[in-house]
């Protein structure tokens, strides 16, 4: 019996119609739904009559690995995918005359050129299925006042998208479910969403990670590298939806019905299918050398200044190539400093920084909250403010403290009623102007530090190790801390233990650090989380503590970096090699790598965050062996490969294993058959590239 709801005795789980846990889908191996409404299922309509010959030839057959494109010139790889590309779209029915505006589906080959699996090539001919864990009821929902309020852009906006089909006037009776029209308002720019809500309740909750920069921006930019920004417009326009799926896909405006044959703003699974979608072309790009990332409908390279003339024209003319149209707000002319996701990147200074536009409306937030006094302030309002403040922590990193102060505040409150601040509250949103002007300007280089510190709390007292450490080998002295806490102290949580003895050590040790990056290692999960996420909702004495250690910082200049190590590891005398371990190989197999390459030390690194891993070795050894997955879609791929080649060694391919050994847990851990690879790697390249 599914655990799904029938209609009859709907129920909320969340957000959703239906009860996801437990379920787990065959295809794509995700939790919360099952395979016969998994939208990766799907590859071809069921309806014969939808089907073309072609393109199933096309999406049947073999894929194109990404990796015949590896070890050309840029030049050379980009000449073979245009040759490669035209070939398998000869005789493509949907093909466009020279001049025309080709469409995803018009150029069909050139995505199987460039190693798109048969998931996406569907995607690409049939469009983006919406499979449903059981078909919404026939609901019609009227306008968001939204929608009336900048009707003369709505006019316009369906008008464009009638002239180009991608919308259609259809009868009432077609739609069944018509959605809310609403418009958004993102600075000066409107954007018209449809609010589908009702549709997605019923959809395939889909967990995914998109790229964020906070997560790989480490891996893309690079000091004093050129930027280019390509901006794909129509985007969502652009990607055309599967049949089956337009009757709810509807909404009404001046009488008209209309069905939307493309993907509308406001589906949930729209930002899966651009990452879907966007994964091979991020896979060659790097497999090509050229460091990249992409948020949905934004692309974002990276390249050495003598190569940005010849990049930025090759980058535009792959996405037309697959379809796509690049807007003319693209910044394809290499410079240090470009804004990409509302964040101002500088790689001459390494830092992210907000900007003004964005200060000023956050601001302008806060002032309307404090003008309110000792009245009820708005529950809406703390929620723009909370947003706001939130969306700026990679230029501003303690921004998150005050972002769980107002969601603290914020709850004590409710929508109908409003929030009534105490003083404490007040202040602390009195303080934000002053935090964005101390802290914009965030580094990119997290890994750096000029301080490294072991720290550990015990039942009645902290301690801690501080030392000096190069990228290759050790130095300086190392100095002590050890304090005895408060009997209050001493009934907190380990948690809080913890945050106290890295504000214990700042305080007592952090005047000599002035200026300086410290990382600090805890053997406490949620004290690093706490650290990075601005405290918890859950404890106000948390929070205090971090918004202590903060103040702290921000008055010596102190870049705090905190990192986790297992709790046997987190010790000196273990040496600093642990920090990076992900795993251990059989003996066998590290014989064979240290044959190899002639090099003592071989490191697994966390494979989500290999980079990491890889500076933190660079700290303790001259030269050393990376194995990794062979993933070429994984933002850290085009810099291990650069690595590689600067130490003047080809890779060893180790085959495929099926376990691998977590050191934090003791165990061997079953994986999916991934291909792996050594890399010989040395600090000295390290430090050129990330210092």
Known sequence: MSKRQRPKDRERFGKKYYDGKGLRC????????????????????????????????????????????????????????????????????????????????????????????????????YGVPMPFAEPPPREHWANAKSAVQHAEFVDKTIAEQVALGNFVEVAPEFAEVIHPLMVEVNGKKPRMCVNMIPTNSFLAGQPFRQEMLAKVGLDVVRPDSHLLVADLKSAYYSVQMRQEALPWNCFMWEGKCYSARSLLFGNSLGPWFFTKLGRPILGFLRTIGVSCTAYVDDFLGAVDPADSAAVGPQLEKLLQDLGWTVSPKSELVGATTKTFTGFIINTEAMTYTVSQAKIDKLLALVE????????????????????????????????????????????????????????????????IPGLIERHNGADIRPTRADVFAHGDAGGIGVGARVFAQRFEGEGGASTTLAEPLTEAEMHGSSTLRELTMALRLLQARGKEWVGKKVCLFFDSKNAVRNILKGGSTASVEQLEVCKQISKVCAELHIVLQPEWIPREDNTVSDGLSKIYDNGALRAGTKAKVQAKFGAKEVIVPGFNDATRGVVAAARAHKEFVVVVPEWRTQPWWANLRQLAKAAGRQPLKLGSYKRAFDMAARKWHKIPHWPMVALLVKAKDVRKMFD
């Open 26 to 125: 065959a295809t794509c191996d995700k939790h919360s739904h099952e395979e016969s409404w998994c939208p990766a299922a799907q590859v071809r309509p069921e309806d014969p009559a939808l089907r073309c010959a072609w393109a199933d030839q096309l999406i049947d057959g073999e894929r194109v690995r990404v990796e015949v494109y590896e070890g050309l010139t840029r030049e050379d790889a980009i000449a073979r995918f245009d040759s490669q590309g035209a070939e398998f779209n000869k005789g493509n029915p949907a093909a466009v005359e020279a001049g025309g505006q080709a469409t995803l589906k018009s150029r069909l080959g050139y995505w199987k050129a460039l190693g798109a699996d048969r998931v996406v090539l569907s995607w690409v001919w």
């Open 368 to 431: 309307q909250a404090l003008a309110f006094g000792a009245s009820a302030v708005p529950y809406k309002l703390l929620q723009r403010i909370e947003g706001n403040l939130g969306a700026m922590q990679l230029a501003v990193r303690p921004a998150l403290l005050y972002v769980r102060s107002v969601a603290m505040a914020r709850a004590s409150g409710n929508e109908t009623q409003g929030v009534f601040l105490t003083e404490d509250q007040r202040q602390d949103l009195a303080d």
